[in-house]
């Protein structure tokens, strides 16, 4: 499944969207400033890094395993 950075949510964690779902994963335990680019914030994070965060924007991250290998896709420039 592919994931593309979204940005830093309020507690420094990076958060990955599904491109073709609502569902969100990210990282609990690598942090970040928020506004980091995600140049900085993928030389750092791999897909091995990622937990399940849920559907929604700051919503309390579930921290489970992800479904589904996942796959870091990066945004267009």
């Known amino acids: 499944m592919n994931v593309m ?3 830093i ?3 420094g ?3 990955f969207m599904n491109s ?3 569902s969100r994963y990210g990282s609990l335990d690598i942090l970040f400033e928020y506004g980091t680019p995600e140049e900085e914030v ?3 994070i791999t897909a091995d ?3 399940f965060f849920g559907n929604c924007d700051d919503c ?3 921290g489970t395993e992800p479904g589904s290998p ?3 896709v990066r945004n267009k420039k």
Do not use: Q
């Open 42 to 44: 993928l030389e750092r």
């Open 9 to 11: 949510n309020r507690w």
């Open 20 to 22: 073709n779902s609502k």
């Open 70 to 72: 996942l796959n870091i």
């Open 13 to 15: 964690s990076p958060v």
């Open 49 to 51: 890094s990622l937990v």
């Open 5 to 7: 950075f979204k940005g």
């Open 60 to 62: 309390d991250p579930m």
